[in-house]
């Protein structure tokens, strides 16, 4: 099941960057939007064999549509690389998915830093794989939908699928 890890900044950054904040104009006023770096194999694709092809994780793809028409960004972060990688581009596209930017950082940040380090950066990063040092979901605050669906998270009590809380708060007495 996929993971999301939201980024924390342990040093200041600067606010004033458009696209590190997602910050775009609209009219006089200025909205900031989110940016996802989401991993294909096992997240986006659920097939248990790589580079297979099998069914969609569709509660995800759902979510990340949603998110992309609210006016977030999404990055398809993946190791797929020539033919593998256009594969996965159409497969996502077949489901009504697709990306601000494949395997590479936005290009507003790229102008804006003047450079394009390895490193996709994000706000989110949902993957398989992901591990966060709070422990895997445990107090990881990110948005409702994706709680529920990647952590198990009943959203209504506060408490993961094994009964932990999450937000920070400490583990009930047993």
Not at 18 to 24: E, I, L, M, Q, Y
Not at 35 to 60: H, W
Not at 92 to 111: H, M, Q, R, S, T
């Amino acid at each position: 099941m996929a993971m999301v890890h939201t980024v924390c900044h342990a040093q200041p950054v600067n606010t004033e960057c458009p696209a590190v904040f997602g910050r775009r104009e609209k009219g006089e006023e200025m909205e900031y939007s989110e940016i996802y770096a989401v991993d294909f194999d096992k997240t986006l694709n659920l097939a248990e064999k790589y580079p297979d092809l099998g069914q969609p994780n569709i509660e995800l793809i759902e979510i990340l549509k949603d998110r992309r028409a609210a006016g977030d960004k999404i990055i398809l972060w993946t190791c797929r690389e020539g033919e593998l990688l256009n594969q996965a581009v159409e497969y996502c596209k077949k489901y009504g998915l697709e990306f601000d930017a494949v395997n590479d950082n936005l290009p507003e940040n790229i102008e804006f830093f003047g450079n394009n380090c390895r490193k996709v950066w994000a706000h989110h990063y949902v993957d398989d794989r992901n591990w966060t040092p709070e422990g895997l979901c445990g107090s990881v605050r990110i948005k409702k939908g994706i709680q529920k669906l990647i952590c198990g998270i009943d959203t209504s009590s506060g408490k993961d699928a094994t009964g932990w809380h999450y937000a920070g708060e400490e583990k009930p007495d047993a």
